[in-house]
């Protein structure tokens, strides 16, 4: 199993319209292509403004044509302008969990 971490910087003040718009539109587009959902996080502590979410993949050619399926649906095409306004910074990183790892 591999998991991708996302982490975006949102724009001081945009949290809350991030959030209502991917929870009212966006992960259900998501959730149809990407599969499973690990977790989808704010931050508390820390560096503010940030959102993580995490998505299981079986394998890095999974991955590939989920994104990728994700990328060409109109919909998909249509939401992302939405959030990509409340964005200051993305990172994305696929970590692959060691063998006593509970998640392996």
């Known amino acids: 199993m591999f998991y991708e971490i996302r982490t975006y910087r949102l ?3 945009t949290l809350p319209t991030y959030l209502k718009l991917v929870e009212e539109e966006g992960i259900a587009i998501q959730r149809g292509h990407l599969g499973q959902l690990i977790g989808y996080f704010q931050s508390e502590i820390g560096p503010l403004n940030q959102i993580v979410h995490i998505w299981a993949f079986a394998s890095l050619d999974d991955r590939e044509r989920r994104r990728n399926a994700l990328a060409a649906d109109p ?3 249509a ?3 939405k959030i990509q306004a409340c964005l200051e910074e993305m990172d994305s990183k ?5 063998a006593f790892s509970p998640l392996n």
Request: a positive charge; proline letters at 14%.
């Open 75 to 77: 919909a998909w095409q």
């Open 94 to 98: 696929v970590m692959r969990p060691a």
């Open 79 to 81: 939401f992302a302008p």
């Open 11 to 13: 724009k001081v003040g």
